[in-house]
């Protein structure tokens, strides 16, 4: 089967507006949040981290776009550019495909405007336009897509994104996540007691709850033959495989046994033809909700046990980024792609009191160096929408 | 970009045949296939408009007496839409296993109205005004969520959000996951809320829900199919209204429309004995719609495949959003049990599915 390739990269965040800063950020393995941007946000907990100085984009008619869409348009231009696809940056990327992940879409631009007073204009009414900004500004006319399973859209839309590829309907798709702050989402968090009043601190035995983040993670998916064809100029890893499940248990909590988890992980793992024992490195969701990081933990031991080889590095992304929601998936699957193609596993944040029941060691201090071969990509979302991805080094 | 691409999906020789064996409708004014097309002989030949009543879905007589308090308005339309869809398939629990039962849902405006209603109690009250038992409701997935889990689906559960396109969307992703082996079998269907803005002034809401599942797997459990999906896709065009009226725009135009659309009716799109395609498209705009109707009449026609415009049923002006372009190929089944829906956004993104006749059972 012919390798799906991601041949270019692109970030907004909050440590950083380009790849090479990005992972700066990360080999510094330390970060905390600040607060909410908005002086109408009437709840607690305000932590957010943020992306300061954002990038804003106008659509072609002027119009202001949201938070999430002008970080998906300055994430996509340097993932484009990055691979070499100078084409689209000039707006002509015709037969180019679009699949975006984002939970909570344009509603900043809803809040925005009702925080000032004024109803929303008509021309603003779609709330979720990422992946139809993104296609106009840049000329894709291929295959277009916007996912929004919650916390796990951005895995899912890179996973359609390998599946247009593979069927031959584009040769190259833009894909990954983007999410802006809204006031809605953090104070829905807070009345449901899920955010922790110090940081995002996954596995860690005293985290409460998560925090959210916000940005945007780009990836230009693209068919080996394609990308050869062409002279591409770098490949960062190939996406080798996916496993999709739904808990269909309960709207928030996960499935306490973990099975239908356990289901995606066997899944990806089974498409990209491995074994348990070929995965090198693991990014897993791990928000640092109380039963999520218990549950994934659990799992991950069961699925990948059985090797007595070098355990798998595992790095918990949230930790420096937040859970930056529809765009967690796509921060994850990018940030894997760098530690393969770097073969560098960034070092892990400190955690004050790792949890036992939460028993993969995480790497701190130092980075781990080697050829991990193969990452394992987990994400999760309200509603049980769970996938798991494979990338493999190219 | 490289020409070797192909412009629309299907399914390949030997592959999956997915096919419709069950529609649910839920939407004023039609809770069943039947209504879609009264509502149109009452309504006269034209684009009938959406209208709605405060109290037009009542979740008792639907949904039962329990269960329903703390979910939103999307969310018990597609859960009434999608329990008629599988009681019309006769899809009964266990007919297969939960880990091969799939949902896809489009919707634009499933979370809107309730993100409003939140937004408007933390900035006058602060958020603990809002209800923990109903905050979830702010994640735009929910509506699929809960009919994953009132239904016991576990392959997976896909939200599409597109605008106008979304549902068409969910039931090519639904189609091609039973290709792919991700799913046997599901639910593909759409659901709107009322928006909070003003988008247009006759909008819609409600939902539409068709069950799926292989061909093979129909007959195995003696299922009748209504319709075979038999491809499509989705792309986008810039500026659709300008660039279909300049010739400038021709090119653009045939990469986005023409050219997908003319691979999947000359591959899969004739109907039995080459039988003309009953076509419709679901536009907000009456004029881009006579434009993209003669356009793709006109590009079939000159690839040997007949299109026949006929008019659409209750949302054929997209006023239910991504409902819309369900509720015109639930028409089509029921009606011609074939044909081909367009559907278009304002914005610009356009997605075709294609319908030809179910083969009568061996």
Redesign the interface.
């Known amino acids: 089967m012919e390798r799906i390739l991601i041949t270019g990269l692109g970030v907004v965040s909050c440590v950083g507006q380009d790849i090479e800063t990005f992972w700066s950020a990360l080999m510094r393995a330390h970060n905390e949040p600040g607060l909410v941007p908005d002086p109408h946000a009437r709840m607690p907990n305000r932590l957010l981290y943020v992306v300061t100085d954002p990038p804003r984009a106008t659509d072609s008619q002027g119009n202001e776009l949201s938070r999430t869409s002008a970080f998906a348009v300055q994430a996509a231009r340097e993932a484009l550019a990055d691979a070499g696809l100078g084409d689209a940056l000039d707006g002509a990327g015709d037969g180019i495909g679009v699949s975006i992940g984002t939970g909570v879409g344009d509603a900043g631009l809803f809040e925005a405007a009702r925080a000032g007073g004024r109803v929303p204009r008509a021309a603003d009414g779609f709330p979720f336009k990422t992946s139809g900004a993104l296609a106009e500004r840049f000329g894709l006319t291929g295959p277009n897509l916007t996912v929004s399973t919650a916390c796990s859209a951005s895995a899912y839309s890179a996973s359609l994104a390998v599946q247009a590829v593979r069927d031959g309907l584009a040769d190259v798709v833009l894909a990954g996540g983007a999410d802006g702050y809204t006031r809605v989402g953090v104070a829905c968090f807070n009345r449901m007691g899920g955010l922790d009043p110090v940081r995002c601190r996954p596995f860690d035995a005293r985290r409460e709850g998560t925090v959210f983040g916000e940005g945007a993670a780009m990836m230009v998916v693209e068919s080996e033959e394609h990308w050869r064809r062409r002279g591409g100029r770098h490949a960062y890893a190939a996406l080798e495989g996916a496993g999709w499940s739904c808990d269909a248990h309960h709207p928030t909590a996960p499935e306490p046994t973990g099975r239908a988890i356990a289901r995606a992980m066997r899944a990806a793992l089974h498409e990209a033809g491995l074994d348990a024992e070929d995965i090198g490195c693991v990014v897993p969701h791990g928000t640092g909700t109380p039963l999520n990081d218990v549950v994934e933990s659990r799992v991950l031991r069961e699925v990948l046990a059985g090797s007595d080889r070098t355990p798998p590095a595992v790095y918990s992304l949230k930790s420096m980024l937040g859970h930056t929601g529809g765009a967690a998936g796509g921060f994850a699957a990018l940030t894997a792609a760098l530690i393969l193609s770097r073969r560098t596993a960034p070092p892990n944040p400190p955690l004050a009191d790792p949890d036992p029941e939460c028993p993969f060691p995480l790497h701190t201090g130092e980075p781990q160096r080697r050829a991990f071969g193969h990452a394992l990509v987990n994400a999760y979302a309200f509603g049980g929408n769970n996938i798991s991805l494979v990338l493999g080094e190219v | ?2 020409g ?6 299907r399914p390949a020789p030997g592959e999956t045949r997915a096919v419709v064996t069950g529609i649910g409708i839920a939407v004023p004014t039609a809770a069943s296939p039947a209504d879609l097309l009264a509502a149109r002989s009452r309504l006269g030949a034209g684009q009938p408009r959406a209208g709605a009543g405060p109290d037009w879905f009542d979740p008792v007589s639907v949904l039962g007496q329990r269960g329903w308090k703390y979910l939103s308005p999307a969310t018990r339309f597609l859960l009434g839409a999608t329990a008629r869809a599988l009681a019309a398939a006769r899809l009964e629990p266990g007919a297969y296993e ?2 091969q039962l ?2 896809a849902a489009g919707t ?2 499933a ?2 109205p309730v ?2 209603r ?3 109690a ?2 006058a ?4 005004a ?3 038992a109903e ?2 409701n ?5 509506p ?3 009919a ?2 009132k ?13 106008v396109v ?1 549902g068409l ?1 969910a039931l090519l ?1 639904l189609t ?1 996951a039973l290709g ?1 082996g ?1 799913a046997a079998a599901g639910l593909a269907g759409a659901t709107e809320e009322m ?6 002034d006759d909008a819609g809401e409600g939902a539409c829900a068709l069950a799926v599942e292989s061909e093979k797997g129909a007959r195995e459990r003696g299922a009748g199919a209504l319709a075979e999906i038999a491809g499509g ?7 659709p209204a300008e660039t279909a009226a300049s010739t400038q725009g021709s090119a ?1 135009l045939a ?2 429309l023409g050219d997908p659309l003319t691979a999947l009716v000359t591959a899969a799109g004739r109907g039995a004995q080459g039988d003309p395609i009953p076509f419709i498209v679901c536009c907000d705009d009456p004029e881009l719609a006579g434009r993209l109707t003669r356009y793709c009449t006109e590009r079939c026609a000159a690839a040997g495949v007949t299109l026949t415009p006929v008019a659409g049923y209750l949302g054929g002006d997209g006023a239910f959003f991504s409902v819309s372009p369900l509720l015109q190929l639930a028409g089509l089944i029921t009606e011609h049990g074939h044909g081909l829906v367009l559907g278009t ?5 356009l997605a075709a599915v294609l319908l030809r006749p179910a083969r009568p059972a061996a």
């Open positions: 970009m490289s070797s691409v192909a412009p629309a999906f939960d880990t799939a949902v634009n405006f979370a809107n993100l409003a939140f937004d408007a933390v900035l009250e602060g958020s603990d809002l209800s923990p905050a979830p702010f994640s735009v997935n929910m699929a969520s809960h994953a889990a239904h016991g689906m576990r392959a997976f559960s896909l939200t599409l959000t597109n605008p979304a969307e992703a091609r792919t991700r928006p909070d803005v003003p988008v247009r896709f989705c792309r986008f065009l810039p500026h653009r990469s986005a956004a304002p914005h610009g993104n």
